[in-house]
């Protein structure tokens, strides 16, 4: 796609109207001492993490941010000491051939065109989860990344965590025997009212709700669709035009670690059951969800609920992988295991011992040096994103699902019609 192609309301004035090229820009870093220059695009509480743990890197500097919403903008161009340029278009930072890696922390909506795009400029791409809305839109961004050849890296960071690495290898070193069931979940009380139900009124001024708005349709804006909240990440998750609920938000971060544990295992089937049964705000996402997925060996399940924090252990989030010989719970600060009754195994608790956000991002700059693959390479990211679409796919569409991975469809032809979207004109996605 062409930025003639693309919607111009509101392009910044300073900008001019630069093309976007597509010639390849090789994006390899020469040397150690070479700083690698980055921009940062979405600059909201995921924005300005990312942006505060790359800052951290020796090796990197930052050219510019950029984000529709002026708050958020001058908060990162602050951070930066002024340092970055602020930007209001990602095209501008497309554009640019002397960036050479995008950070995209936008809402989901936008990640699968910007990536595709950052790619075909020559970018390497730091780009969160979950990677997309779509399943065929994930697919379109591994296409883009090999295409390309970009180095290109997901936010699903406890992929860096040594203590995330260490449970996975005793999961495949079967030490605690033969793992047949794995149990996800987060569970919390939230107040009923949830995130309330505000009536849809003008944008604020500050605010570019258009291009906010992308590729996804058209719709009047609401307080809780753009969903900037100062205690908490942002409303827009429980939307289906922009994300896909828990299911995608936090469903990922566990089951990404338990198909790594299991050499990138898929599953072969996925259903689901939940529904809105607590909150009485405007969300469409469910507050309650349950999703079986039936892998080729074992079982694993995800479940999201807002309605109680109590579980019969002492955890409201994270993994427990049971096993014959024992039990093992995992989550961003521990891994603890439990022998069962006559195993040889002996109880174990240990602490999480670095931080994985950046241990990511070294990983990202090194691979952007080697050309290597980085530990959550979007392929690997594709595959956990889709199995918690699919999760979605089957709570939408009230149907078992049956997912061939190598074909990248399902079995039930009524349910096919949510592994894609369709674009507001005149956005495209072209790889």
């Known amino acids: 796609m062409s930025i003639e192609d693309s919607p111009r309301r509101d392009f910044l004035k300073t900008a001019g109207a630069t093309a976007l090229t597509t010639n390849i820009f090789t994006g390899q870093v020469k040397g150690a001492n070479d700083r690698v220059s980055a921009a940062f695009i979405g600059m909201g509480r995921m924005g300005m993490g990312n942006l505060g743990h790359a800052m951290k890197q020796e090796n990197l500097a930052v050219a510019a941010v950029c984000d529709v919403y002026t708050p958020h903008l001058e908060k990162a161009v602050e951070a930066t000491k002024g340092q970055a340029r602020g930007i209001q278009d990602f095209r501008e930072i497309l554009a640019d051939r002397s960036i050479d890696v995008v950070c995209i922390s936008t809402p989901d909506h936008w990640h699968a065109y910007m990536e595709v795009e950052a790619c075909k400029a020559g970018k390497d791409v730091y780009v969160e989860k979950p990677i997309c809305c779509t399943v065929d839109e994930g697919q379109k961004m591994v296409q883009a990344a090999r295409k390309y050849k970009r180095v290109v890296q997901a936010g699903t960071m406890q992929r860096s965590g040594i203590h995330f690495q260490q449970a996975c290898d005793i999961v495949r070193s079967g030490k605690l025997g033969k793992v047949t069931v794995v149990h996800t979940l987060n569970a919390g009380l939230a107040p009923q009212k949830g995130i309330g139900k505000p009536p849809d009124t003008d944008p604020p001024p500050d605010l570019n709700w258009d291009m906010w708005l992308g590729p996804a349709p058209k719709r009047p804006y609401n307080k809780n669709r753009f969903g900037v909240d100062p205690k908490a990440f942002s409303h827009f998750r429980w939307f289906w035009d922009y994300a896909g609920g828990m299911m995608t938000d936090w469903g990922i971060h566990w089951l990404d670690i338990v198909q790594m544990a299991f050499d990138e295992a898929c599953p072969k089937a996925i259903t689901a059951l939940g529904g809105n049964l607590w909150l009485e705000d405007n969300r469409e996402t469910p507050d309650l969800i349950h999703v079986t997925c039936e892998y080729p060996n074992f079982v694993a399940t995800y479940e999201n ?110 349910a096919r019609k949510y592994l894609t979207r369709e674009y507001r004109k005149p956005w495209k996605l072209v790889v």
């Open 305 to 414: 609920r807002n309605s109680s924090s109590l579980t019969l252990g002492a955890h409201r989030s994270g993994i427990y992988f049971h096993g014959t010989k024992g039990t093992m719970f995992l989550d961003r600060s521990q891994y603890h295991i439990v022998p069962e009754r006559g195993s040889d195994l002996e109880e174990v608790t240990v602490k999480s011992s670095n931080n994985s956000n950046n241990a990511h991002w070294a990983n990202f700059l090194e691979c952007v040096k080697t050309r290597e693959k980085p530990m959550s390479d979007i392929e690997k990211c594709y595959r956990s994103t889709a199995t918690c679409l699919l999760g979605n796919v089957s709570y939408r569409s009230k149907l078992r699902i049956d997912w061939d991975i190598d074909k990248g469809t399902i079995a039930q032809p009524e």
